[in-house]
DNA sequence: CGGCTTCTTGATCAAGCTCAAGCTTAGTGG
DNA sequence: CCACTAAGCTTGAGCTTGATCAAGAAGCCG
């Protein structure tokens, strides 16, 4: 079997990744659609805890996950760590690395996950001949600017508790986006992580869902969540 | 004169705009740089206080800042607001509203300031046609991302006199990129935008920039502003 | 089962917010 | 060009939110 038709099988089967995704909607011709599924030439899996780039590395690629949820985070030079984003199945991820050619963030799974890996070379090249997949990765990338301004504003301008509740809204939205159920969910993160992720301390965290779990809005045990009250939570 | 060459003429003014920077770096043939010059199609006079575009407002140009300065603002349903951007000369400005056809912030001039209008249909055909002119805009993109991870970190980890020496060290940098004094300058936002900015209160701020001046790290006289110790904003 | 990480909850404390008042600067109209 | 007014800035006092420190409970994995 040769290396492309190889590649091109593996490529089908990422069947909820980013770059499917990509590629699905508003009419592709099949000629394109062979195309892009060529681009994407490997899957790669990421062990829990194991990341998928580092700050500094070498960017050479673009990834969408396939399966499982990672982690961005950016550490500063004295040793405090910050969680920039939080990626669920289908999500792109390294496009911080196109500005400067090397990785601006640290990409560590969650969970045993795997992501297609897309080279940016080729994919760019790609971009450039057909238009539809051009379209969708500057939409990508917009909504990615999008995505940090809305985190901006949750960590600019929300108490600790709106900052939980929109996280709870959010992971839900997007739970249900992909199929899954939208009230209820697994958090793959510590509270440490969330913490961070929303600015506030691991102990803030849990004595918000605590009490939101003391109002009835939300059920927890450990990192599975239930959610009871929608409307409390978004008013919040 | 034809309508062509009297783009071409306005394009040629804006000499410290972003789409010039955009293309003059490593290589583009004199060929290229005219494509470009062509789709900027025409500036664009924005008073202060003025806005250059709104949120849902349906997206059509990107724009670089030819003079001037300013700063991308988002409300939320409740009235608070949050300046989520603060843009000089030679930045780029509207790439929000790629991923959705509508505008995701209000923009809205410091000061009395100019900008390239640089239609968005046009030039992402030209990104097809012209490699290096693709790059640009997928760096651009990329550093805009990372910028904003950047001010994640800002509102995610630091204190308050920790955010604003960033900010004035941030604004140091980016007055000696473009060529002015890197220790003197005038902050043209408000005590009010600056916290919104920063996640903290005007009252913060005020506070922060005379313990500053009590330190002698700074001198500060209303919107001016000089740094004396660049080591110890730093160290802050 | 034991040793680890993670989570919860309590008590205390301080950074930064709010409210308030006076001052300075900039913009406007006579 | 000056006077007036509104906007913006500074500073103080007191208070609140969420951080910090601490200790024990609950999961989780080898």
Redesign the interface.
Same mark, same amino acid.
């Given at each position: 079997m040769s290396q492309v038709s190889q590649a091109r099988r593996r490529a089908a089967q990422c069947s909820t990744c980013a770059m499917r995704h990509l590629c699905m909607p508003e009419g592709l011709s099949a000629f394109e659609t062979e195309k892009l599924e060529d681009v994407i030439s490997a899957t790669r899996p990421v062990r829990r805890g194991e990341a998928l780039f580092r700050t500094g590395d070498t960017f050479e690629s673009l990834y969408a996950i396939r399966s499982g949820s990672i982690k961005t985070v950016?550490s500063?030079e004295d040793g405090?760590e910050?969680v &920039?984003?939080l990626h669920l199945g289908g999500d792109a991820l390294g496009?911080? =690395? #196109?500005? *400067?050619g090397r990785h601006?963030?640290t990409a560590i799974a969650l969970e045993d996950s795997s992501v297609c890996i897309v080279p940016y070379a080729r994919f *760019?090249?790609m971009?450039? *001949?057909t238009?539809s997949i051009?379209?969708r990765?500057?939409?990508?990338?917009?909504? *990615? #600017?999008?995505r940090?301004?809305?985190?901006? &504003?949750t960590? =600019?301008?929300l108490r600790a508790d709106e900052r939980v509740a929109r996280l709870l809204l959010d992971l839900s939205a997007r739970f249900t986006r992909r199929g899954y159920a939208s009230a209820e969910f697994t958090l793959r993160m510590t509270r440490d992580d969330i913490g961070?992720?929303? =600015?506030i301390t691991l102990e803030t965290v849990s004595r918000t869902l605590s009490r939101f779990q003391a109002r009835g809005l939300i059920d927890t045990r450990g990192k599975f969540i239930r959610i009871n009250d929608f409307d409390a939570l978004r008013a919040i």
């Open positions: 950016v500063r405090r910050q &920039t984003g496009l911080d =690395g #196109i500005g *400067e601006m963030s *760019e090249r971009c450039r *001949e238009g051009q379209r990765l500057h939409q990508m990338m917009s909504r *990615e #600017i999008v940090e301004t809305r985190q901006l &504003t960590l =600019g301008t961070s992720y929303l =600015g």
